[in-house]
C-alpha cells in the first residue's frame, strides 16, 4: 500500500533527526493536522499521511465506520490492512531520509488515534512520543501488543478527549488510561470541555508534550 503523504522538511535533515507521523480522522484529509506544523519544533521531518479509502464530501477514511452498531463499530480486516499499509510507509520514510538515529513519533485524531494506540503498543521500539487525541484503544486491534515493561516504558502517550464527544463516547477514551496504566506505560490523560475535535487549551497542552 503506497499512502499519500504531505510533509515539512527542516533545515537539515542528518541520521539524528526526529519525525512525526500523523494519521487524521474519518472524513478528513492530510491537511487537517498538518495545521499543527507551525507550533512544532522547526527541526523536525513532520510527514501526515492521507487514508487510503474515499469517503464522502471528498474526505478519507482508515477503515469503515458502522455508527449503529457499538460493537462491530470499526471494519476490522480494513482497519488491520491499514495498519500494515501506515507501518509500511512509515519505515518507507524512515529509510528514504535515512533518519537511523532519530526519534519517531505518532499523533493520530479519532481513526488515526486507533492506528497510533495499536502502532505504538505492538512496536514499541520503534516509537517514542504518541498522541491520541478524541480516539479509544480498540481491543481488536490489539492482539500481539508488546507487554514486556522495558520496551513500554520508552513511550510517553499523550491522551486527549472532548467531555461533549458526540462521536467516540468519553467512557471509551477512558479505557486508554486502564489500559496504559495496566501495562505500566507513563502517559499523560486529559479531559476538556469540547466536543469531537481539539480546542485551544487541548492544542496547547499537546505543543507543551511534544516541546519536551
Known amino acids: 500500500m503506497n499512502l499519500d503523504y504531505i510533509v515539512r522538511e527542516p ?3 542528518t541520521p539524528n533527526t526526529t519525525v512525526l507521523f500523523m494519521l487524521h480522522g474519518y472524513g478528513s484529509n492530510e491537511q487537517d493536522l498538518f495545521s499543527f506544523r507551525e507550533t512544532l519544533p522547526a527541526d523536525w ?6 487514508a487510503p479509502r474515499d469517503t464522502q464530501f471528498e474526505g478519507y477514511s482508515w477503515f469503515d465506520i458502522d455508527f449503529n452498531n457499538p460493537e ?21 520514510v524512515v529509510n528514504h531520509y535515512e533518519l537511523t538515529e532519530g526519534k519517531v513519533h505518532l ?7 486507533i492506528l497510533c494506540y495499536a502502532l505504538a503498543l505492538k512496536h514499541p521500539d520503534m516509537f517514542s512520543y504518541v498522541a491520541c487525541l478524541s480516539s479509544y484503544p ?3 486491534l490489539l492482539d500481539g501488543i508488546v507487554k514486556d515493561k522495558k520496551k513500554l516504558e520508552r ?4 491522551v486527549s478527549h472532548g467531555t461533549d464527544d458526540a462521536v467516540i463516547p468519553m467512557e471509551w477514551g477512558r ?27 487541548n492544542y496547547m497542552d499537546l505543543m507543551d508534550f511534544f516541546s519536551k
Open 138 to 140: 480498540e481491543e481488536k
Open 11 to 13: 533545515e537539515h535533515i
Open 45 to 50: 521531518l513532520i510527514v501526515s499521511f492521507r
Open 107 to 113: 499523533c493520530g485524531f479519532s481513526q488515526g488515534g
Open 155 to 158: 513511550l510517553r502517550f499523550f
Open 72 to 92: 462491530n463499530f470499526i471494519d476490522i480486516p480494513q482497519a488491520k490492512e491499514s495498519l500494515d499499509g501506515v507501518l509500511e510507509n512509515i519505515l518507507k
Open 175 to 201: 479505557k486508554a488510561a486502564d489500559l496504559l496504566y495496566d501495562l505500566s506505560c507513563y502517559f499523560t490523560f486529559r479531559e476538556y470541555m469540547s466536543g469531537h475535535g481539539v480546542n485551544q487549551k
